[in-house]
């Protein structure tokens, strides 16, 4: 009944424009306005896990270079913070090609239509409940399509094993894996845009087997994904935002799925305070113990 409604409110907002190509603004009002949006990115937090050759991060006040002194709200009107990121493989990240291969894209160079796609989650977490290192296969692949149909060209497929819900208390030694043959079966057969996995790694081979690939032929991928749980198999749409440094190897990446309206989980734009945002009991304070910012 919800998929009906919805496509004739969304045909009724296209006839009402009189169009033949679909006006953006109707598609917002008749759908994705009242949307679920599902956020799948961890924050990014001084304690959190990072591959130990790179070391853990630090966060600061940001220094007035002309006066020596950190910016304060009182003095200048504006505090801000200074990041020691060792590395742009971190958190949530969507790998650049380039970072197995110079002859592949930058973070610069990945196309802006990377921004909206469909998405689908692939659930593996019942193999990786009894095998921690469970790595998804073509059989998982074929079996999700038997249920749910044929995985679309252009999709991006994330694995869900339910890895990132001890984060960040997570195991980066042994995880869940996304085997070389799932990865060539996604790209090569199915044509899909990326795939993303919850770990921080694809695999656990020590030439990282299925990441070379992928990165190698020109495709990137997301690592570090979270809240899989709370999005559908098919039908969700997923949002995806970076920044744009150049020549960059590893893009730190917001993930938002949008999913249907009567889907029970995320929020609706009608739902939250948007703008403006809430004012809060407790002011941010900077917090030496912890490194970051917090409000108690
Ligand atoms: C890095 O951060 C983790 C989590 O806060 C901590 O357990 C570890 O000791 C830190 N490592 C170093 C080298 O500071
Ligand atoms: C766990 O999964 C991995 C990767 O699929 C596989 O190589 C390994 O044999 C499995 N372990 C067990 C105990 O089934």
Not at 58 to 69: D, E, I, S, V
Not at 208 to 235: I, K
Request: charged share 20%; proline share 7%.
């Amino acid at each position: 009944m919800r998929v009906v409604s919805l496509s004739a409110a969304l045909a009724g907002a296209l006839a009402a424009v009189g169009a033949t190509q679909p006006d953006m603004w109707a598609v917002y009002d008749a759908v994705l306005g009242a949307a679920k949006y599902v956020d799948l990115s961890h924050t990014i937090e001084p304690a959190m896990p990072v591959w130990r050759g790179f070391g853990n991060i630090t966060f600061q006040p940001a220094t007035n270079k002309l006066t020596g002194k950190p910016f304060t709200y009182a003095e200048d009107l504006f505090e801000a913070t200074a990041y020691a990121l060792t590395t742009d493989q971190l958190g949530t990240q969507l790998d650049s090609p380039a970072h197995f291969s110079p002859w592949r894209a930058a973070s610069d160079e990945i196309p802006a239509t990377y921004a909206l796609s469909k998405l689908v989650v692939i659930d593996v977490s019942d193999k990786v409940a009894t095998n921690a290192s469970y790595g998804l296969s073509v059989a998982d692949i074929r079996e999700w399509e038997r249920r749910h149909g044929r995985i679309p060209r252009r999709s991006v497929v994330f694995v869900r094993s339910d890895w990132s819900r001890a984060w960040p208390a997570v195991n980066t030694d042994v995880f869940p894996q996304v085997l070389l043959e799932a990865v060539k079966f996604l790209h090569l057969e199915r044509g899909i845009l990326f795939h993303g996995h919850e770990p921080l790694d694809a695999d656990m081979t020590p030439a990282f087997d299925a990441e070379s690939w992928v990165l190698r032929n020109g495709y990137a991928q997301a690592e570090g994904v979270a809240n899989l749980h709370m999005v559908a198999p098919t039908g969700c749409l997923l949002s995806t935002g970076f920044p744009k440094f150049r020549g960059g190897l590893g893009n730190y990446v917001r993930f938002v799925a949008v999913c249907a309206q009567s889907w029970p989980h995320g929020v609706q734009p009608s739902a939250v305070a948007e703008a403006p945002m809430p004012a809060y009991a407790r002011p941010l304070v900077w917090d030496a113990a912890r490194g970051y910012r917090a409000r108690e």
